[in-house]
C-alpha cells in the first residue's frame, strides 16, 4: 500500500496541510526583505513551511537559497557550505555554476562533479581555506551576487543552533551579524529545532544575534486542520474515520505534525474498513514500540536524580521541584541539586520550560515514559 502519511521528513503537496497563516506571513518577511527566526519543538513543520514558501514567491524578483548546516562543525566547513549553496542554487545548470564561481571567487579552482545517477544533484566542492578569503568576503557573497543579478536573496539556514557550537562561536557570530545587518539586497531566514539553544542565541541581550530579525514560534497545526486533511486520507483508500477519532489522535500526541501523521498512518493499517477506539488503541501500542528503542537511548545514561525528576514532570508537577515536599516524595537530593538535574534534562532537551512549568518535551516519549515507569 503506498504511504497516505508522511512523517520523518519535509513535506509537500498535498502531503502538507495549509498552514495558510504562517505560509502568508513568512512570504511576506521573504518579500519585504525582513530576517526571520523560526523557531519550532522538533518535527513540527519548519523545514516543510521554508520549502514550502520557496516554491510561492516571485523568482523574478527574489531567488531562496536554501542550505542545512546540521553537519558543519566549524567556521570554515560553514563558510563552504554557504558558498557553495548560493554558486549553485542561483543558477540553473552547471555552466552557470561555473560563470557564477569564476565570477565571485575567481581565486578558487574548485572541483565539480555528478552523482552516478543522471539525475543526480551537481555536487560542488570549493575547498574555501583562510587562505583564499576571508570570512568577511565569504559572508558579503549574497549582497554583492544580489546586487549583480538585481534581485533580491533570501538565504535559508537550516539547524542554525549549530554556530553555537563552533570553536570560538561567539566571534564568529559577531562577524555574521555585522555584515548581514547591513545588506540590503539579501535577508536571512534562520531557523532550526533545538529550543532552548536558539532562544539562547537570539533572545539573549548579551548575544550577537540579539534582535536580528523577526521570531516565529512555529505552534502545532490546530486539529480543526488536521480533520479534513485525515478524513481525506482515509476516503482515498475507501475507508472511514469520525471527527472524534481524529480529535483523539491529534490529542494523543498533543498535536505534534509528525506524530500526528505517523500514529494517522498506525491506525489506517489497522483498519479495514471504519477505525475505532480499539484500532486506534493498537496504534498508540504500535507508535510506543517504533520509538521505544530511541527513547531508551535517550535515558541510557541518566542518574536516578534525574530519573526521579522525569518520574516527578510525568506525575503532573511542574513547578516548585525544591519544595521540602516534592523533594522528599520524588527523591531529588538537595535544592542545588535539583537546579543541576534541569540543566542537564534541559541540554538533553528531554525537558523545557514552558508559562505553566516545566514539561516533558515529546509528548510520545510522555506516554511512554509514564507506561513503562511510573506504574
Ligand atoms: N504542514 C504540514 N502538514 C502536514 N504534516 C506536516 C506539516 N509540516 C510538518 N508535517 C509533519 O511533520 C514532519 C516533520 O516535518 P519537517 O521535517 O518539516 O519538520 P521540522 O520542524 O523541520 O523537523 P526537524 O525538527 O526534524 O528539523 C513531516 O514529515 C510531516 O509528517
Ligand atoms: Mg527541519
Known amino acids: ?30 518579500e519585504n526583505g525582513q530576517n526571520m527566526i523560526l523557531i519550532s519543538p522538533r518535527r513540527m513543520g519548519k523545514t516543510s513551511l521554508v520549502r514550502k514558501v520557496q516554491t510561492l514567491v516571485d523568482t523574478k524578483s527574489i531567488v531562496t537559497v536554501y542550505m542545512d548546516i546540521y553537519d558543519c562543525r566549524n567556521e570554515y566547513e560553514f563558510y563552504n557550505k554557504f558558498a ?11 555552466e552557470a555554476v561555473i560563470k557564477n564561481i569564476k565570477e565571485f571567487l575567481v581565486r578558487l579552482s574548485p572541483t565539480l562533479s555528478f552523482g552516478p545517477d543522471p539525475n ?5 566542492s570549493l575547498g574555501i581555506t583562510p587562505k583564499d578569503y576571508s570570512p568577511e568576503e565569504i559572508l558579503q557573497l549574497p549582497e554583492r551576487m544580489a546586487a549583480k543579478m538585481g534581485k533580491h536573496i533570501v538565504v535559508c539556514i537550516d539547524e542554525f543552533q549549530q554556530i553555537g557550537e563552533f570553536p570560538d562561536s561567539l566571534k564568529v557570530q559577531k562577524k555574521m551579524r555585522g555584515i548581514w545587518q547591513l545588506q ?17 542565541l537570539f533572545q539573549s541581550k548579551r548575544m550577537p544575534f540579539y534582535q536580528f530579525g523577526d521570531i516565529m514560534f512555529l505552534q502545532p497545526i490546530p486539529t480543526e486542520d488536521w480533520i479534513p486533511f485525515i478524513r481525506q486520507k482515509f476516503e482515498e483508500k475507501k475507508m472511514s474515520i469520525s471527527d472524534a477519532l481524529i480529535e483523539k489522535i491529534c490529542s494523543t500526541v498533543q498535536n505534534q505534525s509528525s506524530y500526528v501523521q505517523q500514529l494517522a498512518w498506525n491506525v489506517m493499517l489497522n483498519t479495514t474498513k471504519k477505525a475505532d477506539e480499539a484500532t486506534l488503541e493498537t496504534a498508540i501500542e504500535d507508535l510506543l514500540n517504533q520509538n521505544s528503542l530511541l527513547f531508551l537511548q535517550q535515558i541510557e545514561n541518566l542518574t536516578a536524580y534525574q530519573m526521579n525528576f522525569l518520574k516527578a514532570v510525568a506525575k503532573g508537577v511542574h513547578t516548585d521541584f525544591t519544595s521540602k515536599e516534592v523533594l522528599s516524595t520524588y527523591d531529588l537530593g538537595s535544592k542545588s541539586n535539583v537546579s543541576r538535574i534541569k540543566t542537564v534534562l534541559t541540554q538533553k532537551e528531554l525537558i523545557e520550560k514552558t508559562p505553566n512549568g516545566i514539561v516533558l518535551t515529546d509528548p510520545v516519549f510522555e506516554l511512554w515514559f509514564t507506561k513503562e515507569w511510573c506504574e
Not at 496541510?17 to 511576506?28: F, I, M, P, S
Not at 540590503?184 to 539562547?200: D, E, V, W
Open 120 to 124: 543526480n544533484e551537481l555536487s560542488v
Open 1 to 30: 500500500m503506498k504511504k497516505s502519511f508522511i512523517y520523518g521528513v519535509a513535506v509537500e503537496g498535498n502531503n502538507f496541510t495549509d498552514r495558510e497563516k504562517e505560509t502568508r506571513r513568512l512570504k511576506q518577511d521573504f
Open 184 to 200: 540590503n539586497n539579501a535577508s536571512y531566514c534562520l531557523f532550526g529545532s533545538k529550543k532552548h539553544l536558539l532562544t539562547n
Open 84 to 94: 557553495a549553496s548560493l554558486m549553485k542554487q542561483t543558477a540553473g545548470k552547471a
